[in-house]
């Protein structure tokens, strides 16, 4: 029985589920995370490397790792990739000049054979700011490039549609790996 066949069985018998969250620095990544485990977003500050943070979500229990999105970290990103269930992937939708290198990003991530099989979800953050780029404009943009994943609009601020995006997340995840929810 090889490794990998191993680390599976164990992850279907403890219904564990390894969730990568990336972006660019400032679009929000922590602040969701936050928002996920019920802790006050003011306390929020830039991440530099990267912070693990397990949660319980019956009958499910969630490892999110928050990685940095300043440019000098996001070459390492790749060293994360590996048993990745989930992706999620945050845009400052209030910044419409970093989007395209935000899709270029993303673009690469989709791109990656170690992702692959992980569920995508898109999270169009911001949206309660002036200027905010609505969500159909991002889906379009996703949608030139990959179709597979999901764009669902939020505000890491204020909280809105952040749980419904994390019960998507779940519930794609829970289909594809234990084939029930």
Same mark, same amino acid.
């Given at each position: 029985m090889g490794l990998a066949t191993i680390i599976r069985k164990t992850k279907l018998k403890e219904r564990q589920m390894r @969730?990568?969250? $990336?972006?660019?620095?400032?679009? !929000?990544? +922590? *602040?969701?995370?936050?928002?996920? &485990?019920s802790t006050p977003t003011l306390e929020v500050s830039p991440t530099? !490397?990267?912070?693990?943070? *397990?949660?319980?979500?019956?009958? %499910? &229990? $969630?490892?999110?790792?928050?990685? !940095?999105g300043q440019r *000098? @970290? =996001? +070459?390492?990103? =790749?060293? %994360?990739?590996?048993? *990745?269930?989930g992706l999620v992937f945050?845009?400052?939708?209030?910044?419409?000049? =970093?989007? !395209?290198?935000? &899709?270029?990003?993303l673009r690469m991530l989709l791109g990656e054979d170690r992702l692959a099989s992980a569920s995508v979800l898109v999270l169009a953050n911001k949206q309660d700011c002036k200027g905010a780029l609505p969500v159909e404009e991002i889906t379009a943009m996703v949608g030139q490039f990959k179709t597979s994943c999901r764009v669902m609009g939020c505000s890491a601020v204020t909280g809105d549609n952040v749980s419904d995006s994390l019960n998507w997340l779940i519930k794609d995840i829970a289909t594809r790996l234990y084939h029930k929810v």
């Open positions: @969730i990568l969250i $990336l972006g660019l620095d400032g679009a !929000g990544k +922590s *602040t969701v995370v936050a928002q996920w &485990m530099f !490397g990267f912070h693990i943070h *397990t949660l319980a979500h019956p009958p %499910y &229990m $969630l490892h999110l790792w928050d990685i !940095g *000098t @970290i =996001r +070459s390492y990103w =790749r060293n %994360y990739y590996e048993e *990745t269930d945050v845009v400052d939708a209030a910044a419409p000049q =970093r989007l !395209g290198e935000s &899709m270029s990003e």
